[in-house]
Structures are given as structure tokens and as C-alpha cells.
């Protein structure tokens, strides 16, 4: 959507509305809802998704072009990959991913993981300057 057919007011919204989508690349349970993105808000500026992970499950290894990435846990805990690096993640850590980073993101606990994921621009193509 471009910026003249862009939202004109404010969404406010209830997730439990929102469907649980497993996203391309996520396996065993990997599932997140879409809270903000260019779909229900017309913005190509960002992506604002809540995902929740069941146990073993896992966003296979990945790099974005020109997009950045930050993850925000909430509850359970799970393995962050960057690069040959690995973090354990629990409840308020947090990830920076700038473009061009590889990174992979596990649930190693017997929980649900539930984080945040934030990421700019919402579309990975090059950005037009």
C-alpha cells in the first residue's frame, strides 16, 4: 500500500482477534500474529509481531538484506543464533539484528516462548532512497 491509501487514524486493536500464522521458514510450532504490519495498517515503515514458540520449536538460520530486527522475550527462554555466536534468552532479553546479520532463534525450554518481534523496513527489497 503507498502512502496516499495509508491508514488516516489511529488502529487500536485486540489480538485475540488476530490469527496465529507459522510464517515461512518457522517449524514445529513456530507461531506469531501480526499486530502491525503492512496488511492491516499500511505501513511499509515496519512489522510488529508477538510469536510464540512450543518447545523445539525454531526459526530456521536466516539473514535480512536491509531490514532490522529486535527481539524482546517475555516468558520461557530459548537459543538466539548470530552468526557462530549463541545466547541464551530469557524473559526481558533482548536482541538487536542489524542487516546482514545471520541468526536463528530456538525454544530450548519446556514452555512457550513468547517475545517481540520488531523489524524495519517491513519488506526486505532494497530500501529506495
Not at 93 to 103: L, M, R
Amino acid at each position: 500500500m503507498n502512502d496516499s491509501r495509508r491508514r488516516e487514524a489511529a488502529l487500536v486493536q485486540t489480538m485475540a482477534r488476530l490469527p496465529w500464522r507459522e510464517y515461512p521458514g518457522h517449524f514445529g510450532g513456530a507461531l506469531s500474529k501480526a499486530l502491525v504490519d503492512p496488511a492491516n495498517t499500511g505501513t511499509s515503515r515496519m512489522d510488529f509481531r508477538i510469536s510464540r514458540y512450543a518447545p523445539a520449536a525454531y526459526v530456521e538460520e536466516h539473514t535480512h538484506r536491509v531490514q532490522e530486527q529486535i527481539y524482546y522475550v517475555l516468558e520461557g527462554e530459548g537459543v538466539l543464533t548470530t552468526g557462530a555466536d549463541s545466547h541464551l534468552m530469557r524473559p526481558h532479553d533482548y536482541v538487536y539484528v542489524p542487516p546482514g546479520v545471520p541468526h536463528s532463534f530456538s525454544n530450548t525450554g519446556t514452555a512457550g516462548l513468547v517475545f517481540l518481534v520488531i523489524t524495519t523496513p517491513s519488506d526486505d527489497k532494497e530500501e529506495v532512497q
